[in-house]
């Protein structure tokens, strides 16, 4: 079911994707690994960037990225492994990143990172995030801090 949501949501096939999702909510106990995989695909749903382009309005982009947000900061982690946590917190420095609040996605990353020190995905995120920094502001220490964070992705091999 959720492999279907995902292939769903990669196909911009939103109805399909949340009305998949949806269906797990009538499930009466669910194992943790199935409700991370099922809140990821919802918070990954409010993210452009994670469904083919498609032609919307900057207002309903907003919207959309403040309710991934919303998600991602009303989600419970006590129940989630180290390596799910530094993936919330990575998604959260991903929309933070989108609605152009630089420091606080900053502060995400580096929150998963503590988090989740082996997590791959993250550093690379987070790697992107200092180079993309760095291009705008020209300042050398994001430059840097890329190369870094580069350097750690690859470590963990991603």
Not at 124 to 150: H, I, L, P
């Amino acid at each position: 079911v959720l492999k279907l949501a995902q292939t769903a949501r990669k196909h911009n096939l939103a109805d399909v994707c949340l009305n998949t999702v949806s269906r797990l909510y009538s499930t009466p106990q669910m194992d943790v690994s199935d409700a991370y995989s099922k809140l990821r695909e919802q918070i990954l749903m409010c993210h452009p960037s994670s469904r083919k382009a498609s032609v919307t309005d900057a207002a309903r982009t907003q919207s959309q990225l403040r309710g991934g947000l919303n998600i991602v900061n009303s989600t419970n982690l006590e129940y989630f492994n180290d390596t799910q946590k530094a993936e919330l917190f990575r998604l959260k420095g991903t929309f933070l990143q989108s609605l152009d609040r630089q420091p606080e996605a900053n502060q995400a990353y580096s929150n998963a990172a503590q988090i989740g020190g082996d997590y791959g995905k993250n550093w690379y995120t987070w790697g992107d995030y200092c180079e993309e920094t760095f291009r705008s502001k020209n300042n050398v220490s994001y430059a840097q801090q890329a190369m870094a964070c580069y350097i750690q992705a690859i470590q963990h091999k991603y």
